[in-house]
């Protein structure tokens, strides 16, 4: 109950910082764009863009409601482009605000600064300065926009499927080339409907995977139909079956039970803090899934991962953990689970590379970003920096099979998910359908 309590309050936390937020944001594009029209000469062309500013200004009011308090708009038809197009605007023109708010702090610092020095020099400098920083907030205002529209536009929805083979200590022979599809982090929401989740169900049954698990986060929020997208994930088919577990989003909208009791009426099944015993050829592996594991309550101390479950790991036969969360894999490498799937981070949604240094926002979440990574298998990790860590997981990435003698390691696929969260825009990180292949490791 109090931990119910302390969610409820943190929610209710959010919504009024949002709120807040979103207040002062759009009150200062609204205040600018009001002054621009005050300045257009022609009165017919004034009056016309001032009732574009008035109906701007309800489609974000529209946007905003509809989002926070209630859904009053249908999830079809133009409505769900309007609420995409108000949803990407609030994004896009947070960042601008941001960025214009520290150059503007950045002008007023130089301005205190060149107060000091003689007028001569003052004189000379000035006029540039002031240059600079025009052009220079045209572009933070600017840049923002036209960044959100390409990736809203060009890399949100555009597919791609992973495919990749991964060792697996002391897998069955009969186990070897077992092939896993992997979907996660669907998001069904306003940025991606019914028609795209369809599409990439579609995309993953052509891949004819052994077995398909879906990691968490099916919706983003309460509002969101997550009956509609448990049951358009009932129409993949594999012969072990379609196996998921519930990511964090589905805590934040209090829909874990209702998620298991939707998988199981369409013949399907969720795990949570459950194992199952699956055959395949002759031989078995340990399927496991966990709900969302917190690294700490919104008000608690920090707890250890994947307690619930450390009874249900097997000895005799390889496992296999659905876990949503990627910062669980190091507690599963030492419990000795072989193989750990999992999402939440998007891929971090926008990689940047600059002079051979790359910049994505999930390393501040996870040292697990996207894709594979590898850890000792059943050793306790010791305590390191995250930098320390950070380095270690990378330089597992290119190991694909142990040398002879070897200690055996323990692999995490981190998937990149399909739908996005925050920003509703993808760059440099497409959505991605994962197909593994387990492999013996020789």
């Known amino acids: 109950m109090r931990i119910l309590y302390e969610f ?11 709120l807040v937020a979103v207040f002062f944001v759009q009150r200062f594009w609204f205040r600018a764009a ?23 200004m309800i489609f974000v009011a529209v946007t905003v409601l509809n989002s ?3 859904r009053f708009l249908p999830r079809r038809g133009i409505s769900t482009w309007i609420l995409a197009g108000g949803k990407l605007w609030l994004a896009v023109s947070f960042v601008g605000f941001v960025g214009i708010k520290i150059l503007r702090a950045a002008d007023l610092l130089s301005a205190r600064a060149l107060a000091k020095i003689e007028p001569r020099r003052r004189e000379r400098f000035d006029p540039a300065r002031r240059e600079f920083f025009r052009y220079a907030g045209y572009l933070a ?6 960044v959100g529209t390409y990736g809203f536009f060009g890399e949100r929805l ?3 499927i992973q495919s990749i083979d991964i060792p697996i200590p002391s897998l069955p022979s009969n186990l070897d080339g077992l092939r896993i599809v992997q979907l996660s982090d669907i998001h069904m929401s306003d940025f991606l409907p019914l028609r795209e989740v369809r599409r990439a169900v579609e995309m993953a049954s052509a891949l004819r995977g052994d077995i398909i698990v879906v990691t968490g986060d099916f919706i983003t929020g309460a509002h969101d139909p997550l009956g509609d997208c448990i049951a358009e994930l009932s129409r993949l088919h594999a012969p072990l079956g379609v196996w998921g577990c519930n990511g964090n989003h589905e805590i934040y909208a209090h829909v874990e039970a209702k998620a298991k009791s939707l998988f199981a009426y369409h013949g399907m099944r969720l795990l949570r803090q459950e194992s199952a015993e699956i055959a395949w050829r002759g031989a078995k592996f340990n399927l496991l899934g966990v709900d969302y594991q917190r690294e700490r309550p919104p008000f608690g101390a920090e707890h250890p991962m994947l307690t619930l479950i450390e009874p249900l790991v097997r000895k005799d036969i390889p496992n296999i953990l659905l876990s949503h969360n990627p910062n669980s894999f190091t507690r599963a490498a030492e419990m000795g689970i072989e193989l750990s799937l999992a999402g939440h981070t998007h891929g971090g949604q926008v990689q940047v590379e600059i002079l051979d ?19 000792p298998l059943g050793v306790t990790a010791k305590p ?8 270690a997981a990378e330089a597992t990435r290119p190991a694909m099979a142990a040398p002879a003698g070897a200690a055996k390691f323990s692999s995490i696929y981190v998937n990149r998910g399909l739908g996005t969260i925050g920003m509703p825009i993808r760059i440099g990180v497409p959505p991605e359908i994962t197909v593994i292949t387990l492999r013996g490791e020789s």
């Open 68 to 70: 926070t308090f209630a």
């Open 384 to 391: 390191t920096t995250q930098a320390d860590s950070a380095a």
């Open 141 to 146: 205002g600017g840049l923002p926009i036209v």
């Open 158 to 160: 555009d597919y791609r």
């Open 8 to 18: 409820t309050a943190f929610r209710v936390l959010s919504d009024v910082v949002f």
């Open 357 to 375: 240094h790359s910049w994505n926002a999930a390393r501040y979440m996870t040292d697990f970003v996207a894709g594979l990574y590898r850890l």
């Open 34 to 56: 009001s002054q621009l029209i005050q300045r257009a000469s022609a009165v017919r062309l004034r009056q016309v863009l001032q009732g574009l500013w008035f109906l701007a």
